[in-house]
């Protein structure tokens, strides 16, 4: 009996432990890049680049709202002389599921120049997305359009790349999934750390335009 409640006790010291570290790291992201969030338009430096990273696609190609608002939000800094051009970056790992040219799609219908436009193809995770960008893509000033919540580890990520970017709220609407987005954005913090600890390689290092 005193045996299981020492396992009892050290597993839930554990437990905590690993709550508080993960609490830990979401207050460190925060705190380095909180000078770098902006919510006021009129507030944003302009940059050359707009980035918009990638989210769920439906079937028909239609945005999901979360990426609908990072896209429309990329526009509005466009049309407000913000940025110049734009990155579009997100997942087509295979042919039936396409998040770039969804968003490049979408562009084009609310009248952007696809001249404008530069497809990356292979991010297929926050942390390859901004490594590209930089590293392959050449950005070297730009403002990143995501929601409140990923902007943080986003441009955590930037920062530990030698990136000198922004980055702009997108939220325009209360989102179903954005509890759990949340929750999983504490996890995904984790794997952010690590990566910038490894200094890892993106999955793909060709600049993958199509």
Known sequence: ???????????????????????????????????????????????????????????????????????????????????????????????????????????????????????????LDTYDSMYRAGKLFGVESAIVVTQKFHLPRTLFIAQNLGLDYRGFTADQRAYQTEYRLKQREKLANLKALWEVLLKKKPRTLQARLH
Do not use: C, W
């Open 1 to 123: 009996m005193k045996r299981l409640k020492k396992i009892i006790l050290a597993s839930v010291i554990g437990l905590v432990l690993i709550i508080f570290m993960i609490l830990g790291i979401e207050a460190i992201f925060q705190r380095q890049t909180a000078g770098l969030i902006y919510s006021n338009m009129s507030n944003v430096p302009p940059a050359n680049t707009v980035i918009v990273l990638g989210a769920s696609v439906h079937a028909d190609g239609k945005l999901s709202p979360i990426l609908q608002d990072r896209v429309d939000t990329a526009i509005k800094l466009y049309r407000s002389n913000k940025v110049k051009n734009f990155l579009v970056t997100g997942d087509h790992r295979t042919e039936d599921y396409n998040e770039v040219a969804a968003m490049v799609n979408y562009l084009q219908e609310k009248g952007i120049d696809k001249d404008l436009i530069i497809s990356d193809h292979a991010g």
